[in-house]
């Protein structure tokens, strides 16, 4: 019993042992093999921008002997050339973002000219333009006021006079004017003004 007992203790130090092994070669980072470089880096800053913004590209790691480096995305304006600076060697550029470009992810491509086959990759995602305010035009004579809140108890933030054409950024239920509940949100001066005295040219979408 002895005797089976300690090869029992052997077999599960063993295997013990091999498991640690095997952890330890799953945990280890994977590096380049000797005598090959790592691949070119490359970021757009900001990662997330406007149509019509200006984006800078940036390249880490690209071969010293580039006669030229570019970067390319159907999102650009025109292909950029990226001049290079320091040593070793970081490329940088400019480039335009399309007033047209597809809102959600466009790929950037790098590459370089006399420098061997290699390309670095990243990804610039254009946001969605945001949608234009409804107008809308005060209709009482008097004009209207202002409010801090969607309640005509609120501070008077600023007035509109009558027949001004005014931007109606959303509405929602407030204080009853006339019957009303609704009033509408409005950015300049910043505040609420009820439907009661302004009629909208449109649609105007609930605020969320």
Do not use: E
């Amino acid at each position: 019993m002895m005797v089976r007992n300690a090869v029992s203790g052997c077999a599960a130090v063993a295997l013990a042992s091999v498991a640690m092994t095997g952890l330890a070669q799953a945990a280890a980072p994977t590096v380049p093999a000797p005598g090959v470089a790592a691949a070119p880096r490359v970021t757009v800053t900001p990662a997330m921008a406007k149509q019509k913004a200006t984006v800078t590209i940036k390249v880490v790691g690209a071969p010293k002997t580039c006669r030229s480096v570019q970067a390319r995305s159907d999102a650009f304006v025109k292909a950029v050339a990226l001049a290079k600076r320091g040593n070793p060697p970081v490329y940088a550029g400019q480039a335009g973002v399309k007033a047209n470009a597809a809102p959600g992810a466009h790929q950037v491509v790098v590459g370089g000219v006399g420098c061997g086959k290699w390309t670095a990759k990243a990804k610039l995602t254009v946001l969605a333009p945001a949608p234009k305010p409804v107008t809308g035009k005060v209709i009482s004579k008097a004009g209207v006021h202002v409010r801090q809140q969607p309640t005509s108890n609120s501070r008077i933030t600023g007035a509109y006079r009558s027949g001004q054409t005014i931007d109606l950024i959303c509405r929602k239920a407030g204080q009853p004017v006339g019957g009303n509940r609704t009033w509408y949100k409005v950015k300049t001066p910043q505040g609420w003004v009820t439907a009661r005295y302004v009629k909208a040219n449109g649609a105007v979408p609930p605020c969320k």
